[in-house]
């Protein structure tokens, strides 16, 4: 069995998050976040380099910016190590990313897609009208017990199942303080309210997933190289139009990433890499199936490192 491939979603960015690769593969990086800046029509790795935080962490501009971030270290890692890899998935916007690796999305219509994306979500829902809290310690079914409970009052929606101990909510302001104290009566060891732009994959965007799926239309999307899974359905998809559709149903839907690992876990794969900013999936990964191999390449560090562990193997 070759390795499973994770791409990791918004909420990873951070200024610097491309130095090392620049400091160490300066063409490369200077490619690609420079096709994706000419695209985005600002300066991505200059924002990525030496910010200003405000303005990377801005929906528009983080999405594509970790989508280079991504597939830069992606392309890295390939020629570096020239892998098998079996399957790739991402979450929610890691979601263009695999696709992009797969060969079934061009790069420059993905970063171009990921921008309007950003954008139309941006605009979504009024400032401060929606919010996102993350749940910790409460099982799914007492989770889903309180937004039925204040669903006659408004909206709250599940918008992320990333593990068996984390469920995201999507949710109206105005509810913020009732359901959080509901959530820790009900036993939820934390609850989180995000730092997010909007309340994503919820009912909240369905004006952006109109707009964007006139957008989705007009590219072209291919049969993936790579198996990959779908946030939406948790299985396996390969046909192009289901992929089309999938991508803007997305928007409005829950991320199932409990049920996507699931799915690759049962498919019997034991080797994970996470591949970009940040560590997110892969503890994710590795709390839910602590059996499973799980490495992360988020820096030129552990790149050089994973260098020194083959040649100490001798592969």
């Known amino acids: 069995m070759g390795w499973v491939v994770l791409f990791p979603g918004q909420g990873t960015q ?32 200059q924002l990525t380099l030496e910010g200003p935080e405000e303005e990377l962490n801005l929906t528009f501009n983080a ?45 420059e219509e993905a970063v171009f897609l990921v921008r309007k994306r950003g954008e ?3 605009e979504a829902v009024p400032p401060g009208e929606g919010a996102m809290v993350a749940v910790l310690g409460l099982a799914q079914n ?15 929606e ?8 984390e469920i995201v909510l999507s949710l109206s302001r105005s509810l913020l303080p009732q359901v959080i104290d509901r959530l820790k009566e009900e036993g939820s060891r934390k609850v989180v309210e995000l730092k997010v732009s909007a ?10 997933a109109e707009k964007f799926s006139s957008l989705v239309r007009g590219i072209e999307i291919k049969p993936p190289r790579y198996r990959y899974v779908s946030n939406v359905t948790a299985e396996y998809v390969s046909q192009p139009e289901e992929i089309r559709n999938l991508l803007v149903k997305q928007m409005l839907s829950p991320v199932r990433w409990k049920e996507v690992m699931d799915a690759l876990y049962h498919y019997e794969s034991r080797h994970i890499w996470e591949m970009g900013p940040g560590t997110v999936l892969s503890k994710l990964f590795s709390r839910e199936y602590p059996d499973v191999e799980v490495k ?9 490192k994973e260098g020194q562990e083959e040649k100490k193997d001798g592969l």
């Open 63 to 107: 999405q594509p910016a970790i989508l280079a971030t991504s597939l830069l270290i992606w392309q890295i890692w390939r020629r570096e190590f020239s892998p098998v890899v079996d399957a790739v998935a991402g979450h929610s916007l890691g979601e263009y990313s695999a696709l992009c690796a797969a060969e079934s999305i061009d790069f």
């Open 14 to 45: 951070k200024v610097g998050m491309t130095r090392e690769w620049w400091e160490n593969y300066r063409r490369e990086t200077e490619e690609i976040l420079g096709k994706a800046s000419e695209i985005c029509g600002i300066d991505l790795l």
């Open 142 to 156: 007492k989770v889903e017990n309180v937004v039925e409970e204040f669903s006659s009052k408004g909206k709250v």
């Open 296 to 304: 992360n390449i988020s820096s030129w560090d552990e790149v050089r």
């Open 199 to 208: 309340p994503f994959h919820s009912s909240f965007m369905e004006e952006a």
């Open 158 to 165: 599940i918008a992320n199942i990333n593990s068996s101990s």
């Open 120 to 122: 139309l979500m941006q």
